[in-house]
């Protein structure tokens, strides 16, 4: 599989996928794009994967949109051409919990993709930067929730302390500890409820663009009180086990 442009597995509720243009430094082209869709879908469809991994190879993440394809594109007229966006934005339409593993270089299209995912675990030596302005384009704005006006005016780079500091990613680890990071918060997040997890993540995600957080919320909690019967077995890490909620909170009195 290592010369397919993409490297997907399933394995202990957790789903990997890895960009594998290494040559390109995982530039995101029109047949990367179509495998990242193919695999969310599969990874969306498979009730064994609770939380989907994205990362790159050893020393990169993604240099952003592979420019020879959309110079080209440009020059053919067609200025709707924009692979990596499509990439980025059904990463971000996903139910299930998502999480992009930085090693590296996280640049344009791969830093809008890392910002589609839920959560971000970074190696100390990744930086991102969103350098859409010096193309007269926006390139992640709509994804920023700080610093956002000055890192997309002034297309700067940014080291991943400050990526930690200014609530842009979750976790900075050295590089000898970056792939157990990742798979430390990847099985916890496998390990939770998955039906909690999705809804949750629609809540919040509401909640960041001026939803019905509240309104969800409450209808989440209905439905998920409806027990292990109806919607699946909810785990729980505590003596009480796999039982639906009013089991667990009589035996807890």
Known sequence: MSDDVLVTSVADGIGRMRLNRADKRNAINEPLTRAILAAMEAFDADDAVRVIVVEGTDGSFCAGA????????AEAGDRWFNPSRDAASRVTSSEKPTI?????????????????????????????RFPGSEYGLVVGAAALTSLAKELIFTSRPVDAD???????????????????????????VAAASHLAARWAKQVINAAATGGDASGIEGQADLILRGGAALHGTIRTRNRLGDRPWFEQRELAR
């Open 66 to 73: 592979d420019m020879g394809e959309a110079l080209a594109a």
């Open 100 to 128: 992009a593993a930085i090693d590296g270089p996280a640049y344009g299209a791969g830093a809008l993709l890392s910002c589609g995912c839920d959560l971000r675990v970074v190696s100390d030596r990744s930086r991102f």
């Open 162 to 188: 400050e990526a930690l500091r200014i609530g842009l990613v979750n976790r900075v680890v050295p590089v000898a500890e970056f792939k157990d990071a990742v798979t430390e918060l990847a099985t916890s």
